[in-house]
């Protein structure tokens, strides 16, 4: 028969200690804790639980327990310990009603995962809640019918980023641009990745406890992500950029974005795409050759997406002009993160875009444009060397293969040799 008992055991950091349950069973013990806490005026010397009110509150989650063995019957003396726990925590939480805070849950999630794919999460449960106007969402409110209303709601909803932050309003005639299809692709599959989390964490189907049984992402279709708007510019362009006089600095004043988007975008371009994250963290040896982990994938490869870059005598003066005693470059001093020294390139690459005729530009087509490049009949490098290149992870086919293949850097390094030599790189090396 299961015994039930109230107990305290290790001293919080605030001073409390958290009631537990501890139940035995078959000579086996595990703990339950509830949300009662109590300090050491609420305890004997041999902490014990003195305190009226809490003793009568105990008394009361241990008579839920036995409720829970009472219905059990017979079934209880070969029920194993873990089970019975089970049983009683799924009866406290609401019985046959299993509640789950779903924001609360994604949340706790969130604060778990690398930062950016975090902030993601961040990102779509604030969408949530405003599309809900609830700080609490029962997980059995989301089905299908739900899931394609929160969809129109991110379609439809302005862009919530900087100087356009606006507030929903479903009838506004307010002509501000919607978020569009990458955000409603992307906020609904962290949906589904949280929704799947918490079957995993709350059901078991081996003993029977199915405490989420829905599943509306059966008959709910996450929209595919929209392809990606072409981005690469071709070699007359990025000539373009190279020959670009650099506008006068204020001695005293603010640095030109100008300037320093030009510098970034070419940097970039000539040390294969590298991104500006880590152009902004990267402490790589100064030397010529770059050995920096790709911030991006790092988390997802085995060989923490390392990258290794041969820094060619074309850009030697760029890379000299922004030196740092410390890390690869110097932006880190000037800039808060990476978030904000990527959105000043931005800003520095509208004012570029305009004098090159390329509107919205952004700093990502470097990386698209040494790509596209290298693939031309031009250069001619063959699709696989520009894989490896930028440093994508090898599909399915190619990841056994790649075992037993050591990576020749010469080879990508001499890639971009080629793709480099298409240029005339005197206004760089003459005017840094």
Known sequence: MATFKAEVQNKRADGTYNVRIRVTHNREIRRISTNLYITLDDLTKSLKIKNVNIVEKCDDIIRECRVVCNNLGFRLFNMPIDELVSKIKNHLQGGDKFYLDFMQYTKEKASEMKKETGDTYTSMLNSLKRFTKRESLDISEINTNFLLEFEKFIASEPSQRGSNKKKYKKDSKDKTKAKGGRAVSKYLSCVRAIHNKAKEQYNDEDRGIINIPFSPFKKYKLKPLPKTRKRALPVTLIQQIIDLPYEKEIIGGRSSLFNLAKDCFILSFALIGMNSADMFRSDSPKNDILV?????????????????????????????????????????????????????????????????????????????????????????????????????????????????????????????????????????????
């Open 292 to 432: 920096y982990n790709r911030r991006k994938t790092e988390a997802r490869r085995d060989d923490r997406a390392e990258m290794c870059v041969r820094v060619e005598a074309c850009i030697r003066n760029l890379m000299d002009k922004y030196k740092d005693d410390k890390k690869l470059f110097r932006f880190h001093r000037h800039y808060t993160n990476h978030k904000v020294f990527n959105a000043v390139i931005n800003e520095g690459l509208k004012k570029i875009g305009k004098k090159i005729g390329v509107d919205h530009l952004e700093f990502y087509a470097a990386r698209h444009s040494w790509a596209t490049i290298a693939c031309s009949s031009t250069v001619g490098i063959d699709k696989y060397t520009v894989h490896e290149a930028l440093n994508h992870a090898p599909d399915r086919a190619m990841k056994v293969t790649d075992i037993y293949i050591d990576k020749d850097w010469s080879v990508i390094w001499d890639a971009n040799r080629k793709v480099l030599d298409l240029f005339d790189w005197s206004k760089i090396t003459s005017n840094v």
